[in-house]
């Protein structure tokens, strides 16, 4: 594991949220991102992976967040979604009987498999290339409970977990349901079945990674607005409204892949909300005015803004929105703001790269990093 900034004063965490083929937005900001740091730093050769001291993810953000972690570059990384999510997305042939599709997973996992194999080989958890602390989170079906796993050594779960490798551990938490099929696996003895990790309070999976980074039998960091600092990149949001009257006739089989984005799009607002009330959060965008709220970032603000604050917290995303899309320069079509909704839009890659472009350009700025490089 690198060394570039593990023994700093300060500590770096990147979160990554859920969303599918979304995370095509994700990527496209963390492009962004790495160009500002390879600038800053004068190397182009520089990773997220050298700056952040704990990545983690879920669903689709565990593949950015392992891949990350393994010493990928974001372009790579985007290009995952470019040049592969089409394929991923191969719909299952008992899906595309009409009266079956609804009683299937829609998806093949064959290629998602492939290409996972492809990128991360025989790497294990436990593998000492890894340039950082890495957190996937995933959903144990067998037992009903979440699973975290991290590469840790401290952690009581390392040995078993350090065994296991990454593609099987992120193929789990990309196992979104009515998506994709559940992953089985073996730990240490026992075979268990895992499910997407956004079947949880965690597809944002920002609060858990502090709490790993701050508690003492965890990795012990300390805390403050000046020492730890915490980035959430989303994956975009849009709330699906159902005409009055047509909910009542739902069947269990309508209900089922609302409920699912419903519950990862409820978890996002949650995990957000709390972290805005521990963290100190400088130069915050404003919806409102659609400008960024100058404020002197640390160390130069003003030591009463950072009493009491536990980290200094950002987090880039996108309101699926007409108004908002256009306050973006955008011009987005019905067709496209309908598509966004679903986390399978593979026509809509493209579009989700210029969203991320447009977020990264509004949100972010190097000088949001101020104290921390």
């Not at 730093?41 to 990773?47: E, T, V």
């Not at 492809?118 to 995933?138: A, P």
């Not at 269990?252 to 959060?281: C, E, F, H, K």
Request: include cysteine.
């Amino acid at each position: 594991m690198s060394t570039h900034s593990k023994n700093s004063r300060v500590k770096r965490i990147l979160s990554l949220d859920g969303g599918g083929i979304r995370g095509t937005l994700s990527a496209k900001i963390l492009v962004e991102i790495e160009k500002a740091l390879q600038t800053h730093y004068q190397d182009p050769l520089y990773r997220l992976g050298d700056f952040f001291d704990l990545v983690g993810g879920t669903s689709t953000g565990s593949i950015l967040a392992a891949g990350i972690a393994k010493g990928l570059s974001t372009t790579d990384l985007l290009s995952l979604y470019e040049l592969d999510g089409v394929n991923i997305f191969q719909k299952h042939w008992l899906a595309q009987i009409p009266g079956l599709r609804k009683l299937y997973n829609q998806y093949d996992p064959t290629n998602l498999e492939k290409k996972l194999l492809e990128v991360f080989q025989e790497t294990t958890l436990g593998d000492s290339t890894l340039k950082c602390y890495l957190s996937i989170t995933t959903k144990n079906a067998t037992t009903g409970q979440t699973r975290f796993f991290d590469n840790n050594q401290e952690s009581y779960l390392y040995s078993e977990n350090s065994q296991v490798k990454l593609r099987d551990i992120v193929r789990a938490s990309s196992a979104a349901p009515t998506f994709f099929p559940p992953h089985r696996f073996t730990i240490g003895q026992r075979a268990y079945e895992f499910i997407d990790g956004g079947v949880s309070l965690y597809n944002n999976p920002s609060f858990q990674l502090f709490l790993q980074a701050y508690e003492k039998d965890k990795l012990g960091w300390e805390v403050g607005a000046d020492k730890l600092l915490l980035v959430s990149i989303g994956t975009g949001f849009a709330y699906e409204n159902i005409p009055v009257g047509k909910a009542a006739n739902y069947t269990a089989l309508d209900w089922a892949p609302y409920l699912v984005t419903r519950l990862m799009d409820d978890a996002n607002v949650g995990q957000n909300q709390i972290l805005q009330l521990i963290s100190y959060q400088p130069n915050r965008f404003a919806r409102k005015t659609n400008k960024v709220v100058k404020e002197q970032t640390f160390p130069h603000v003003d030591a009463e803004k950072l009493k009491d604050k536990f980290l200094t917290y950002y987090r880039f995303n996108a309101s699926f929105e007409e108004s908002r899309l256009k306050a973006l320069g955008l011009s987005p079509s019905p067709q496209q703001l309908k598509a966004l909704k679903k986390m399978d839009c593979v026509d809509q890659i493209n579009f989700l790269q210029q969203i991320g472009a447009e977020v990264a350009k509004e949100q972010f700025d190097i000088d949001r990093f101020e104290g921390f490089l």
